[in-house]
């Protein structure tokens, strides 16, 4: 039997630009937020499009070349597992998010695929 895992690929169209941290021990994290869109004709036989925004978190080399090749706009293949963490914001509120950890860049435009 496969192992099941936590994986996610998506393809869609980048929301801004990558905010690029560097951290202490010099490894540098990025983040950016993608939208995927699905359309499908509804019970009256009209097109409806539906929008889904995915926040992205790329790590190391994936964050360097975020940094250097994405811009806003820009389409984007990616792979990588789901996150979910918690904090809490200024005003004392717990606050729930989840991300999607990239394992694998490619941009359908290039030539190049990234890991």
């Known amino acids: 039997m496969y192992a099941l895992k936590n994986k996610v690929q998506l393809i869609g169209n980048l929301g801004n630009n990558p905010e690029i941290k560097s951290m202490e021990s010099g490894k540098k994290m990025a983040t950016f937020s993608m939208a995927t869109s699905e359309s499908y004709r509804n019970a009256k036989g009209e097109k409806v499009t539906e929008t889904q ?6 790590w190391g ?42 394992t694998e860049l490619l941009m359908p435009g290039g030539k190049q695929g990234f890991q």
Do not use: C, F, P
């Open 53 to 58: 925004w995915h926040r992205l978190v790329a």
């Open 61 to 102: 080399k994936l964050a360097e070349i975020a940094e250097q090749y994405l811009d806003k706009g820009k389409e984007v293949i990616v792979e990588g597992k789901l996150i979910n963490r918690s904090y809490t914001d200024k005003d004392g509120v717990k606050r729930y998010i989840t991300e999607v950890q990239l």
